[in-house]
């Protein structure tokens, strides 16, 4: 069965630094990956997936993503940090060889980005 | 938050009442999406609708119901049966029903049991 996972509860980043979010998959075939934000009480916001093709993937608000197949990871990142950044953050992953066809997320890493 | 919209935003329960949360989308969408999101536990699918006039229960359908009548409305009644209801409820539309395909979600109902 296909499964992600975001081994960060929270990740607290200076302003203007890079950020790193971690993400990691396992599914039987190829995966399609995602990630959403998540403002306080606030619905999910789409930033980008990956497919196929190009393993870095560009997506909203300047940030980036980077599939390794090798290491099975996804993991979100952005070259200098904003306070507005700061929210939950959600990795999702579909498999294509999995018969159930729905996209399983993860339980979210808290980004903290400090002033 | 796009074309999904919620009602109401906050929402509070009795025990032993039934409650109906509303999602509708304009985006001409074909699938529909419940989920449930509990601090720490991330999201859980609680019914999923392919196209009008049918939907398949999710991994925590148990106490939920839900009505796929038309193809912009996907309304949610939390039942009695949900013994822990208490929990922010998002829905979410696609395009189609695809592996690769994008999910829209709305802004969230905030139910609380009294």
């Known amino acids: 069965a296909q499964s992600v996972a975001q081994p960060e509860d929270q990740v607290n980043v200076a302003e203007g630094n890079p950020l790193t979010v971690k993400c990691t998959y396992s599914?039987?075939?190829?995966?399609?990956l995602f990630w959403y934000v998540q403002y306080p009480n606030r619905g999910l916001q789409f930033l980008l997936k990956?497919?196929?093709?190009?393993?870095l993937v560009k997506g909203s608000y300047g940030f980036e993503a980077e599939f390794n197949k090798s290491q099975t990871s996804f993991h979100l990142k952005k070259p200098s940090a904003l306070v507005s950044d700061s929210a939950l953050y959600f990795c999702?992953?579909?498999?294509?060889?999995?018969?159930?066809?729905?996209?399983?997320f993860g339980k979210g890493t808290r980004l903290h980005i400090l002033p | 938050d796009g074309g999904i919209t919620q009602s109401p935003k906050y929402l509070f329960r009795k025990e032993g009442q039934n409650v109906t949360l509303s999602c509708e989308q304009n985006?001409?969408?074909?699938?529909m999406y419940w989920y449930r999101q509990d601090p720490g536990q991330g999201l859980r699918l609680i019914y999923y609708?392919?196209?009008?006039?049918?939907?398949q229960k999710g991994d925590i359908a148990e106490g939920y119901s839900v009505s796929r009548e038309k193809k912009e409305s996907f309304p949610l009644t939390v039942t009695s049966a949900q013994k822990n209801p208490t929990a922010f409820y998002l829905c979410?539309?696609?395009?189609?029903?695809?592996?690769?395909?994008?999910?829209?979600f709305g802004p969230g109902t905030r139910l609380t049991v009294l």
């Open positions: 999702a992953v579909s498999d294509p060889m999995n018969r159930d066809d729905k996209i399983i």
């Open positions: 985006l001409n969408h074909d699938a």
């Open positions: 979410a539309s696609s395009e189609g029903f695809a592996y690769t395909d994008t999910q829209y």
């Open positions: 599914v039987s075939g190829n995966p399609y």
């Open positions: 990956y497919i196929t093709g190009d393993n």
């Open positions: 609708s392919q196209i009008v006039n049918d939907f």
